[in-house]
């Protein structure tokens, strides 16, 4: 599966942004799709992820609430919508997909085969 993470870019604090990661090669069936999120001189950190087959949605304390994450079926594609941007949650962002991930290990993310170039996110006060 190649994925293709785009929609990043400026905006100010208060602000939305929609994220897209579109997949090629391959769909999302019986994928597990993520967001990760990595601010310099930090760690990659989760973000959400959403289970294809069936939809399930997982959120990070510090975005529950704010974002949301979604699919499209028709697109192969798989959205972050983030409202109510803070300065923190300045990052680049990526995407990430495995066939087999289990609910232990879905934060995780050394266990995603599958990973997108990542998009810049900027948020300003």
């Known amino acids: 599966v190649q994925l293709q993470a785009s929609g990043g870019g400026a905006v100010q604090a208060g602000d939305s942004m929609r994220l897209s990661c579109a997949a090629s090669?391959?769909?999302?069936?019986?994928?597990?799709v993520a967001w990760f999120r990595q601010a310099p001189g930090k760690e990659r950190e989760f973000v959400s992820a959403?289970?294809?087959?069936?939809?399930?949605?997982y959120y990070a304390d510090s975005v529950k609430g704010r974002f949301t994450i979604s699919g499209d079926n028709t697109k192969n594609t798989v959205y972050l919508l983030m409202n109510n941007l803070r300065p923190e949650d300045t990052a680049i962002y990526y995407c990430?997909?495995?066939?087999?991930?289990?609910?232990?290990?879905?934060?995780?993310?050394?266990?995603?085969?599958?990973w997108g170039q990542g998009t810049q996110v900027t948020v300003s006060s």
């Open positions: 990430a997909a495995d066939p087999s991930i289990i609910l232990s290990s879905i934060r995780l993310s050394q266990q995603y085969e599958y």
């Open positions: 090669g391959r769909t999302f069936s019986r994928q597990t």
């Open positions: 959403i289970r294809w087959s069936g939809g399930r949605t």
